[in-house]
C-alpha cells in the first residue's frame, strides 16, 4: 500500500524521488549523486586530457570523458532544480513565503559559487606574484576585438534579462517573451565566442591546457565560467518554455527572479575575469 508521502508526490512528473530510493531514507533524490558524478566527471576528463598529451592513455579519452561528464552534470542540473523548485513551488502556489526561501537557497547557492571562483583567482593570483610572464611562458595577444565584442554581448544580455523581468511585474507578457528570447540568443551567441576563441587559441596559436602555468590558469577560470553560462542558458531555456505556456504573471514569477540572480552572476563574474586575466596578463606582459 502507498504511504501518505508516496501519494503526495505522485504528480504526473515522474520524478527519480522518494519512490527509487531506498525506504527509510525519506525525502531523498537521485539528481545530487547524479550532478555530483557529473562534476567529478569534469574533472577526471581533464585529468585524462593531460594524460593522453603524455601517451599515457588514447587521446580520445580525455575529449569524450569531458563531453560525457558535462552532459551529465546538466541533466543532473536540470532535474535536482526541476524537482527541488519547479514541480515543489507549482504544487504549494504562489506562497510568498515559499518564494522568499528559494531566493534565499539561490543566494546561497551564488555564495558557494563565489568561493568556487574564488579559488581559481586565488590560484591565478598566487602564480601572478612570482616572475612575470613565466619563464618561457608564450601566450597570444588576449584582448581582441573578439572578447570585446563577447563581453559586450554579455553585458547586453544582462540589461535585456532585467527588463524582461521588469515587464513580468507589469504583466506585460509579449514584452517579456521578446526580451527573455533575445536574452537566450544573446546568451547562445556568447557561448559559440568562447567555443570559436578556443579554437583560435589551441589550434592556430597552440595555446592549450598545458601551456604552463598560465595556460592552465586561464582554461580553467575561462572553462569554468563558461560551463556556468551554459548552465545559466539551460535555466533560461526552461524559464522561456514555461513562459511560452503562460506559467508567468506579475504574482507569480519566482524562477525568473532565482534565473536572473543567477544570470547576473556569471555576468559578474566574466567582467572580473576579462579584467584581471585578459586586461591584467596584457598590462603586466608589456610592463614587465
Do not use: C
Amino acid at each position: 500500500m502507498a504511504t501518505e508521502t508516496e501519494d503526495a508526490h505522485d504528480d504526473g512528473h515522474h520524478l527519480p524521488a522518494v519512490q527509487d530510493w531506498p525506504r527509510g531514507f525519506g525525502e531523498a533524490s537521485w539528481w545530487p549523486f547524479v550532478t555530483a558524478v557529473g562534476g567529478g566527471g569534469i574533472y577526471v576528463g581533464a585529468a585524462l586530457f593531460l594524460m593522453g598529451t603524455a601517451g599515457i592513455v588514447p587521446t580520445l579519452a580525455g575529449p569524450v570523458t569531458l563531453v560525457g561528464s558535462v552532459g551529465l552534470f546538466l541533466v543532473g542540473v536540470y532535474g535536482w532544480l526541476y524537482h527541488a523548485f519547479v514541480a515543489e513551488f507549482w504544487e504549494r502556489g504562489a506562497n510568498e513565503h515559499g518564494a522568499s526561501k528559494l531566493r534565499w537557497g539561490m543566494l546561497a547557492f551564488l555564495g558557494s559559487e563565489l568561493g568556487t571562483f574564488s579559488a581559481g583567482f586565488v590560484y591565478f593570483f598566487f602564480i601572478r606574484a612570482n616572475t612575470w610572464p613565466p619563464e618561457g611562458a608564450e601566450f597570444p595577444t588576449l584582448l581582441g576585438s573578439l572578447v570585446i565584442v563577447n563581453t559586450a554581448i554579455l553585458l547586453l544580455s544582462s540589461v535585456t534579462l532585467h527588463f524582461a523581468h521588469e515587464a513580468i511585474r507589469e504583466n506585460n507578457r509579449g514584452r517579456f517573451l521578446g526580451l527573455l528570447g533575445t536574452t537566450l540568443l544573446l546568451g547562445v551567441v556568447f557561448i559559440g565566442g568562447q567555443v570559436y576563441e578556443y579554437y583560435e587559441f589551441i589550434l592556430h596559436e597552440e595555446f592549450t591546457l598545458t601551456s604552463g602555468v598560465f595556460g592552465s590558469a586561464f582554461y580553467g577560470l575561462t572553462g569554468l565560467h563558461g560551463l556556468h553560462v551554459t548552465l545559466g542558458a539551460v535555466l533560461l531555456g526552461i524559464v522561456f518554455v514555461r513562459a511560452l505556456r503562460g506559467q508567468y504573471s506579475a504574482e507569480r514569477h519566482v524562477s525568473v527572479t532565482t534565473a536572473s540572480m543567477y544570470w547576473h552572476f556569471v555576468d559578474a563574474i566574466w567582467v572580473l575575469l576579462v579584467v584581471v586575466l585578459y586586461v591584467g596578463a596584457e598590462l603586466t606582459g608589456t610592463l614587465g
